[in-house]
């Protein structure tokens, strides 16, 4: 059994639907959708569809949200769950693919397919764990600074052409093992928003492989918002401090280990 889930917060319906068709064309069984909104519009966008589950919600951020769903999953005994965003979109079976190739490997934990803007230019979502400067400093930095520093962070020397055990994947589109967040947890709901994909994935990669997969993809209307909204930017570095108070700032040794081994895997 596939369950997935959405967390709405007045989602444009254009968005959502594209979303939801997606879904309804794919394995998954249940569509949570977690309504974090300041009114319940969405209930009567969403009513009369079997598979969609609708849930008006206190908004608590992106990751308690997603824990009313897995919750709900877990009881359901449901085996694998997927963690979308309401702006990301497909064509083809990416579900069944991702599924199939997690049957076949039990230690994969989380997998992530190849995500390309609408541009059809390529996202750099597979990171290494981040340290305070690739995460909070590089916005008071000079770019020219940073350049060689993101590429490295962003893997993107690899050409994103080849799987990768990463240990930060993009919460924009995470498809998880039931078993895994049974092991390590859910959504830690101390992070309103932004951290809380690279914290779960770094929890998961101790345990268990956390895949980027290219032989599938989606799209994914990135909308950056805390680059351009300043009550956005302010979340962000309140709850990225949260994450580093939790992790470690300089010192961290299952960040510097994970890292290592990437790399080093990588480039042999």
Not at 22 to 32: G, H, K, T
Not at 51 to 73: C, E, F, M, P
Not at 147 to 153: D, G, I, L, S
Request: proline share 4%.
């Amino acid at each position: 059994m596939i369950t997935a889930s959405v967390v709405a917060f007045h989602a444009r319906h254009d968005e959502l639907g594209r979303l939801i068709d997606c879904v309804m064309r794919s394995p998954i069984d249940v569509l949570y959708v977690i309504d974090n909104s300041t009114n319940d519009e969405l209930r009567d966008f969403v009513n009369g569809n079997l598979r969609i589950r609708y849930i008006y919600s206190l908004n608590q951020g992106y990751g308690a949200g997603h824990n009313i769903a897995i919750r709900k999953s877990m009881e359901a005994k449901a085996d694998y769950h997927v963690v979308l965003n309401p702006d990301i979109y497909w064509d083809g079976d990416v579900i069944g693919e991702i599924a199939s190739f997690v049957n076949q490997h039990d230690d994969i934990g989380q997998v992530m397919p190849k995500v390309f803007y609408p541009d059809g230019q390529l996202q750099y979502l597979c990171k290494l764990c981040p340290s305070p400067i690739d995460l909070i400093f590089k916005r008071f930095l000079p770019v020219k600074w940073m350049k060689k520093r993101m590429a490295k962070f962003q893997l993107e020397f690899t050409d994103y052409s080849i799987p990768m055990n990463v240990p930060y994947l993009s919460g924009c589109f995470m498809f998880f093992r039931i078993d895994a967040l049974k092991k390590v947890g859910l959504f830690d709901e101390r992070f309103f928003m932004y951290p809380e994909d690279i914290d779960l994935t770094r929890r998961i990669h101790k345990y268990y492989k956390t895949m980027f997969y290219p032989a599938v993809s989606i799209v994914h209307a990135h909308a950056a918002a805390s680059r351009t909204n300043k009550k956005m930017l302010r979340i962000h570095i309140v709850n990225m401090i949260k994450y580093f108070n939790k992790w470690g700032w300089i010192f961290d040794s299952e960040r510097r280990a994970f890292n290592k081994r990437l790399l080093s895997e990588l480039n042999h």
